[in-house]
C-alpha cells in the first residue's frame, strides 16, 4: 500500500502559532461545548435507519437550488457549524483554509487542492432548512450498534429507537462482515449528500477525491479505528487518503483567516476543469 507523505500536524499545521495538534477536537471542555453537545445529541437520537433512507429519497433528486461551486461556497458565508468544538467562524473561511494548507504540501496534484474547497458544501442542506444535527458532525453507520469511538458514545443514544430493535443493535446489525462501505447506510449529512450531489454532476475528480469526501466526517472509523469489521480491502486501500486529508480539515483551522479574494481565481480555474457552470444542488 502507499504510503501518502503528507508533513506532520505537530510541525506545521499553527497557522497563528497558536494551538497544537493535541488541543483540537477537545470535547470535555471548552466555551463551546454546550452547543456541541446538544447538537450531538439531537443526531444521536434521531439518525435512524429510517431517517437516513427518507433523507435519500428527499434530496437524491437534486432540485433544491442550481448554482456555481463558487456560489455554494459563497452560501457558506452564513454558516458556524454548531458541532464544530475548535471555531467559531463562518465555514467558507475553512473550506479555504483546508484547500491553501494541502495545496502547500501537495503542490502537483490541483484535484486534491479542489477537494479541499468541497469537501464542507454539502452543509449548504442547512440553508435548505435542515437542522444542522442532519447536516454537521462526526458520521457513523446506522443499522448496527455504535461503536465507542463515535462522539459522547455513553450519554447520547438512549433515546435512539435503533438501539433497541434486535435488527440493529449488535455490531454487525443489518450487515455483513466485510461487505464494504459502499454498502453500509451513513448517518445522514453533508459528507453523503456532497458525495451524491459530485456522482450526480458527474465531477471529473479521481475516485480518491470521491472517497475523501464521502468519508471525511467518518471520524470513528479514520481517526478511531473502529467499523473495521465492515470494511472489505478496497476501504482500507482509500484510508490513507481519507487520513491524509484530515490533518488539513482539522489542524489548519485558526483564527487568522484567509484573503478569499487573492484565492479566488486561482480556485475558480480549478472549478472549470473540474466541476465548471451551474451545476444541482
Not at 459528507?191 to 470521491?210: G, H, I, T, V, W
Not at 465492515?230 to 490533518?247: A, G, I, R, T, Y
Not at 486561482?266 to 457552470?277: E, H, R, T, V
Request: charged share 25%; glycine share 6%; net charge negative.
Amino acid at each position: 500500500m502507499k504510503v501518502l507523505m503528507g508533513p506532520d500536524p505537530s510541525q506545521i499545521y499553527r497557522p497563528d502559532g497558536g494551538k497544537n495538534k493535541e488541543d483540537f477536537r477537545n470535547y470535555t471542555s471548552g466555551p463551546l461545548l454546550d452547543r456541541v453537545y446538544t447538537t450531538y445529541k439531537l443526531m444521536h437520537t434521531h439518525q435512524t435507519v429510517d431517517f437516513v433512507r427518507r433523507k435519500h429519497e428527499e434530496f437524491g433528486a437534486f432540485s433544491y437550488k442550481k448554482m456555481s461551486v463558487m456560489e455554494a461556497v459563497e452560501l457558506l458565508d452564513g454558516l458556524v457549524d454548531e458541532s464544530d468544538p475548535d471555531v467559531d467562524f463562518p465555514n467558507s473561511f475553512h473550506a479555504f483554509q483546508t484547500a491553501e494548507g494541502i495545496r502547500k504540501a501537495h503542490p502537483d496534484k490541483d484535484w486534491f487542492h479542489l477537494v479541499g474547497l468541497l469537501h464542507d458544501l454539502g452543509k449548504i442542506l442547512v440553508m435548505a432548512g435542515e437542522p444542522q444535527w442532519s447536516v454537521v458532525g462526526d458520521t457513523f453507520p446506522v443499522g448496527c450498534h455504535p461503536q465507542k469511538s463515535v462522539v459522547f458514545w455513553d450519554s447520547t443514544f438512549q433515546d435512539n429507537p435503533d438501539t433497541k430493535d434486535p435488527r440493529y443493535c449488535t455490531d454487525y446489525g443489518m450487515y455483513e462482515p466485510h461487505c464494504g462501505l459502499e454498502n453500509v447506510l451513513m448517518s445522514w449529512g453533508h459528507d453523503e449528500y456532497m458525495y451524491r450531489m459530485m456522482k450526480f454532476n458527474k465531477f471529473s475528480l479521481p475516485p480518491e477525491a470521491f472517497y475523501m469526501i464521502r468519508f471525511h466526517s467518518f471520524y470513528p472509523w479514520h481517526t478511531g479505528g473502529d467499523y473495521r469489521h465492515l470494511c472489505c480491502p478496497h476501504d482500507l486501500s482509500m484510508l490513507p487518503w481519507v487520513q491524509e486529508f484530515n490533518k488539513f480539515d482539522l489542524y489548519t483551522k485558526s483564527e487568522d483567516l484567509p484573503d478569499v479574494s487573492m484565492l479566488r481565481p486561482y480556485y475558480q480555474g480549478l472549478i472549470d476543469k473540474y466541476c465548471p457552470g451551474v451545476l444541482c444542488w
